[in-house]
């Protein structure tokens, strides 16, 4: 890695493997932040001593394969990664390197003539190929080819459990591993030049070893649909996204596959309607944004005139590049903006479209709005936009692959996310934070029409949402979501409706689950918010986080969005197709 980041040293990641969490806990608590953060780029610093067996690791890779040392890719060996060489590409993905490991061991076996079909294996990022193990020692030779051509790694399983380390196939314990794993772990490593994204057999292709009996061929662990296939099973040919809630099914074209018809057919738990993402965005120093806001005063709370709340740190440009990496099934994305867009994005790309306050405010008196619960309560609004939408800010953020599974069920049940945050239990306040005044309202009108009283807010994470039932919430609380919608600044008497009340109102109509999302909220206004950003960057373990400041005084706005700044750049290094490229003239 080359980040700079003291949470992804090896040393300390040894020590939280190490040392139960507990007894961490003590250690931090006794030992003052200032030590600990120069304990931990001492311990970083130690690399060093492995820079002359990764400079001898890069010379063999470049002698062993010197055909891929051309302008656009190369080879590195990694520090801190089992001591593997990646192919250094300029793009980097998690369905590219899944795809990009299927069609190498495809082409590895049909050049070889080994019979093989797809399975729908247990996980949405590995692809799996199903071979006779009696074919065992043509794969093993199959593989050593591939590994000449350039450094593809294997490692066994056990079920789903990778078991040991990855190593070279064509080595000594890759030919071992060939020959005596039931189920084998095959995958080049990907890195982006920066080295701060590093892919690798988490989007293998797994070959699995099915082993004659009766006239079938059984599986050598569970799998989505069957657990044998007859000798004389016809083969068809699919398109992969039917076999993965990872690839994009509605949108861009992928590689088909060769499978059984067992695994061909839709499961009643594929989703399989399209689903788009809503951003709101705006950029508080805009000069011509400035004088309209100007015009109109401020909002009832001294947090709605919070300058803070409107800073733009281009969060906006890597919470697309997330979505990109993370969630390539995405049909669409609309940004909705006022008479704003940034410098960098690329409007003119077909699957992005910018949508202004006027499109969708039916009420144009209500314009200009500096009300993030008016703007939200017109999304469903939006033309064209699909029936099933993820919500975003721009302050949230993709930490990790997912599939619309997460955010859906296939039955268009939408998932929710709620907090351990509370809303407060005391009656309405005119001192109330606009976040809980709404809450306090949306408790009032779900109590009235569903007899329970909400007590949890929800994380800051994406909202999964549904058009229809944001249109009957408009008919349901028609006078509450006018008077909502026409707010220019946040009001006492707002609704909060995709963060608060769709949810719990979908719930109580059945149209919404209680859910789980590996998430994580840091605020930049705290003083552990670097720490805390280190040990995001370096564990990569968080499938959504925000990254919010509600509290800043903006005196500390730079060192804040330098900070920041690092920290997505390291995360997310590789631009999405919604940026334009440096070259445009434009």
Same mark, same amino acid.
């Given at each position: 890695?080359?980040?700079?980041? $003291? ?23 006794? #030992? ?27 010379? @063999? ?29 300029? %793009? ?86 060939? @020959? ?9 490593? /990907? ?28 599986? $050598? ?35 088909? !596959? ?10 009643? =738990?594929?989703?399989?309607? $399209? ?13 011509? /944004? ?35 990496? &993370? ?23 077909? @699957?992005?479209?910018? #949508? ?44 990790? $692959? ?8 296939? &039955? ?12 407060? @239990? /005391? ?14 309202? &949306? ?9 329970? !009283? ?54 109580? %109509?059945?149209?919404? #689950? ?54 997505? =750049? ?17």
């Amino acid at each position: 890695m080359s980040t700079g980041n $003291p949470e992804a040293s090896v040393a300390v990641g040894a020590y939280r493997s190490l040392v139960p969490a507990q007894l961490r806990r003590r250690i931090a608590r006794r #030992v003052p932040l200032r030590l600990r953060t120069v304990v931990k780029h001492l311990l970083r610093r130690l690399r060093a001593l492995s820079l002359a067996s990764r400079l001898f690791r890069s010379v @063999r890779a470049r002698r062993r394969w010197p055909h891929l040392f051309r302008e656009t890719e190369r080879l590195a060996a990694l520090a801190g990664h089992e001591n593997r060489i990646a192919l250094v590409r300029p %793009t980097v993905s998690p369905l590219g390197l899944r795809e990009a490991n299927l069609e190498l061991v495809v082409t590895a076996l049909e050049e070889a003539g080994i019979d093989y079909f797809a399975i729908r294996g247990n996980s949405d990022f590995r692809s799996c190929l199903a071979v006779a193990a009696s074919d065992r020692r043509l794969v093993a030779g199959a593989l050593e080819r591939v590994a000449a051509q350039s450094p593809v790694y294997l490692r066994a399983c056990r079920g789903e459990t990778a078991v040991g380390r990855a190593v070279l196939a064509g080595s000594r314990g890759g030919r071992q591993l060939a @020959r005596q794993a039931s189920v084998l772990q095959v995958g080049m490593v /990907w890195s982006d030049p920066s080295g701060s994204l590093v892919l690798g057999l988490e989007y293998s292709c797994d070959i699995e070893f099915w082993q004659p009996d009766a006239g079938s061929l059984t599986a $050598p662990r569970p799998n989505r649909v069957t657990e044998d296939v007859s000798l004389h099973e016809a083969r068809v040919t699919v398109p992969v996204s039917r076999l993965t809630g990872f690839a994009a099914l509605h949108t861009r074209r992928t590689r088909s !596959v060769r499978t059984v018809r067992a695994a061909a057919d839709a499961l009643p =738990e594929d989703v399989r309607f $399209p689903v788009d993402v809503v951003y709101t965005w705006v950029d508080g120093n805009d000069p011509a /944004w400035q004088r309209r806001r100007g015009a109109y005063g401020g909002g009832y709370h001294t947090e709605s005139a919070n300058a803070a709340r409107y800073i733009s740190r281009d969060e906006l440009r890597y919470s697309l590049r997330a979505l990109e990496q &993370n969630a390539p099934w995405v049909r669409h994305v609309y940004l909705v903006t006022d008479q704003q867009r940034p410098a960098w994005l690329n409007d003119g790309h077909p @699957r992005l479209t910018v #949508v202004d306050h006027s499109e969708i405010f039916d009420d144009q008196e209500a314009l200009p709005t500096f009300n993030s619960h008016a703007i939200e309560s017109r999304l469903h609004h939006i033309e064209d936009l699909s029936e099933h939408f993820l919500y975003l800010n721009d302050d949230m953020f993709l930490g990790r $692959p997912v599939t619309p599974q997460d955010f859906f069920l296939s &039955n268009g049940v939408t998932r929710t996310f709620f907090s351990p945050s509370q809303v407060p @239990r /005391w009656d309405p306040s005119p001192v109330d934070r606009p976040v809980d005044a709404a809450g306090k309202n &949306n408790r009032r009108l779900l109590l009235d029409n569903f007899g329970s !009283v909400i007590v949890q807010k929800l994380r800051h994470a994406p909202y999964a949402l549904r058009r229809s039932v944001l249109q009957e919430i408009e008919d349901e609380y028609r006078e509450v979501h006018r008077q909502t919608s026409r707010s220019r600044f946040r009001s006492a008497t707002d609704i909060s409706i995709p963060s608060s009340l769709y949810h719990y109102y979908a719930y109580f %109509t059945g149209r919404a #689950v209680p859910s789980d999302i590996r998430f994580a909220y840091l605020d930049l206004a705290r003083p552990e918010v670097q720490r805390r950003l280190g040990i995001l960057l370096a564990r990569r373990d968080r499938q959504a986080f925000c990254i919010n400041d509600t509290l800043s005084d903006g005196h500390d706005v730079d060192r804040q969005t330098a900070m920041l700044g690092s920290f997505l =750049e390291a995360y997310y290094p590789v631009p999405s197709p919604f940026e334009r490229r440096e070259r445009d003239p434009r």
